[in-house]
Each structure stands twice: as C-alpha cells, then as structure tokens.
C-alpha cells in the first residue's frame, strides 16, 4: 500500500515523460483528487514526496475552516483514502496513515484571510424577518433547496422539480419519469439530487438535472420516508423512516444497509414517527420526531456518530421553546439548529437552548415543511409553506 501510494508520487514527478496507460492512471487518480479539494473551495496547486504534501491554495476563509473541520474530525484522511487506495486496504490505511496541518499556519493564513475579506467587503444592511415570497402554482408543496448561487429547486410531490430565482422568477424544471413523486431532497456537491418518494415504499434516488436517475439506494428495504441527509465524504445516506420509527443508514458505494438507529417507543434514545434528520460538524446524528395521528411524540433528539443515544435537546410543546408537530431541520454554520413546526420557524443553539422565533405572526407560517440554508452573509432561510402554497425567505 505504501508503495501505491509512492507510485503516485513518482507518477507526478514524472508526468511529462508518462506512458499512454501511465497518464491514465495518473489524470484518474490526479482528477479525483483536484475534484475533492475543489468541492472543499481548495485548489490543489502540486504533490511532493515523503510524507505526500498536498499545497492547497485558498480565497475563502470558510473554505480554510472547513478544511480544518474535516481534518480535525477525520473527515479528511478518509476521504483521501477513497480516492488513493484501493478499498480492501483502505483500513489499513486509515490506521497507519493521519493527515497534518501546521495549527500556526492555519491561524495565520485563516486571520489574513479574514482581514483581506473585510477590507473587501461592502457593508450592506439587511432588515431581519420576511424578505420575500415566491408563490408555487402547485397543490402542495414539500421541499426547497439551494441549488446555485440565486437558483432554488421546489418539491412538490409530483415528477418535477421546480426552478426558481430567489427574486421569484420561474426559470424552469427538472422532469423525472412518471410516476416518481418527489419529497425531500438533497443537493450534492457535484450537482446531482437525492431524493425520496412521497409514494409508500419507494426507494432513495439520484438524479442529475437532466432528469436522469443514475442511482436508486434502498429498493425493498425503506418505506414511507421523510428527510434525508449525505454525508459527503464518508458517502453515507441517512434517511428518516417514519413508519419504522429509525434512522437508516446506507453505503452509497456498495449501496448496502450500514444499519438501523432506534427503536420505536418515546423513551429517551427510542423513536417514533421520525420526520427528518441531519448531521453536526461533529458527525452527531440530530433526529426530529413529530406526532402522528395520535400516536408518537414531537421533540429533537441528539445521538452520537455510532448512534448512541445523548440527549433531548427540544422536547414538545406549544410555546416558544418547544415544537408541535414540526417537519425539518437544518444546521447552519455556527452549529445552530432552525426547525420548523406547525405555526412556526424557530433558532436554537447547539443545545437545545431557544434563542428566537424568525418567523412573525403577519407572516403567514403556516404547515412549513422543508427548510434550507441559501446565505451566511446575510443570514438567510427558505422555507417551503405548504399552506398557502409559497417559498418564504427570511433573514435571521
């Protein structure tokens, strides 16, 4: 394994000089590797020996923070090991091999960084609340997601997805075969759509924007799903089972079932009509449960990333604090959790701890269902409300 890993080296120090099937193997591997930085925001600039060291150039200082999250969490070596070495030695690789940054020179270049973006940038004041509503001429309406810098892609359990500008602007859609009915989705680094069925028993799938199913995880095993969530590097697929009251969790490599997360009851740590779920920066699982006709109860759960059961962060209720029924949840970059409930957008802290209501009651909130980031800088949601049928944008 070594010596692969050596030959990689060799190949780039002698990438002038290479064989027709020496280059190829070289570009795949070099290409995979340029792709990864880049949907890390990095651009790989050359390789050395030795310890291989990657130079890594950089603009954005959220693109450097990501890259020191993914290192320190251990993100980062095993994604370079899906890339370098072939998987039957790649638990060997991971014991033997660690990635290493300098944590001077990261705090250097990440304060640099800062200080060259603030002298950048304009500063513009944003209104909190509701800044637009983009009406969805639909029945219903079940999901949003960003998918490009002002490009929002709209759910509403039929074989489209909708394309909108965030001005509101219609621009198009994606059309999949009949009879798929899309739900919740999630938009991955490089462009294509996981989705799930609001039909019983179908399974995930992938998409690209042509409207091409390209994979499908999870045939005969999943049923009545709800949210959904990838963890990109380890290319493990979460998905919220409401009716089997547990989390899965697939290999979208080998497509293969890692494991089933909780039991059905409402004890802590137990499960019942799970709606939706998503990950921390630090790989824990957050689990939201709503009720069900009757049955169930609605509250946010935290396990760790074996799926040991820590803590309740929000339980139920009607006032400010808890949730009622809620439908999704999202993390944004300060480890924040927004959820949305049956009348109601509210922020709580990592936590658990309620920080604020976005929404106000002129808003018109009302069965929100998904919900997504779309802006940092301003703080800026999108909500897909079912009851009159639009996507809200607020700044939080």
Not at 184 to 204: A, E, L
Request: charged share 25%; with cysteine.
């Amino acid at each position: 394994m070594t010596q692969a890993l050596r030959s990689l080296i060799k190949l780039y120090e002698h990438r002038h000089t290479l064989s027709v099937t020496e280059m190829k193997e070289f570009t795949d591997i070099y290409e995979k590797l340029t792709k990864f930085y880049e949907d890390c925001g990095l651009n790989l600039k050359k390789m050395e020996g030795g310890s291989i060291v990657f130079y890594l150039s950089v603009i954005d200082p959220n693109a450097l923070m990501h890259l020191w999250e993914i290192h320190s969490s251990g993100k980062l070596i095993k994604g370079l090991a899906h890339i370098l070495v072939p998987k039957e030695h790649q638990e060997e690789f991971l014991n033997e091999w660690m990635t290493y940054i300098d944590e001077n020179e990261y705090k250097i270049i990440l304060s640099r960084l800062k200080e060259k973006e603030q002298s950048t940038m304009t500063p513009k004041v944003e209104k909190k609340g509701l800044v637009n509503t983009i009406q969805i001429n639909k029945h219903s309406i079940r999901d949003v997601v960003k998918y490009e810098d002002d490009c929002l892609l709209v759910s509403c359990a039929t074989n489209e997805i909708l394309k909108y500008k965030q001005s509101g602007e219609y621009i198009g859609k994606v059309t999949l075969p009949q009879g798929m009915k899309v739900y919740r989705m999630y938009k991955m680094m490089n462009g294509n759509i996981v989705f799930s069925d609001y039909v019983h028993r179908k399974p995930v799938r992938i998409c690209n924007m042509n409207g091409q199913v390209i994979k499908t995880i999870g045939e005969g095993v999943l049923r009545s799903l709800r949210g959904i969530h990838v963890d990109e590097i380890s290319n493990i697929l979460y998905v919220a089972g409401r009716i089997s009251s547990c989390v899965y969790m697939f290999d979208m490599n080998k497509n293969e079932t890692i494991k089933e997360i909780g039991s059905q009851g409402t004890k802590g740590g137990q499960m019942r009509n799970v709606i939706d779920i998503n990950l921390t920066k630090h790989g824990h699982l957050l689990v939201l449960e709503s009720e069900y006709l009757g049955t169930g109860t609605s509250r946010l759960q935290l396990f760790d990333n074996e799926g040991r059961f820590m803590k309740i962060l929000v339980e139920s209720g009607d006032e400010d604090g808890k949730v009622s029924f809620p439908r999704a949840l999202v993390v944004d970059e300060d480890e924040n959790i927004i959820i949305s409930s049956q009348h109601k957008l509210q922020l709580f802290s990592s936590d658990g701890n309620f920080i604020k209501r976005i929404d106000g009651p002129e808003d018109g909130v009302n069965n929100p269902k998904g919900l997504c980031i779309i802006s940092y800088h301003p703080r800026r949601l999108a909500v897909a409300n079912d009851w009159d049928k639009t996507v809200k944008i607020f700044n939080y």
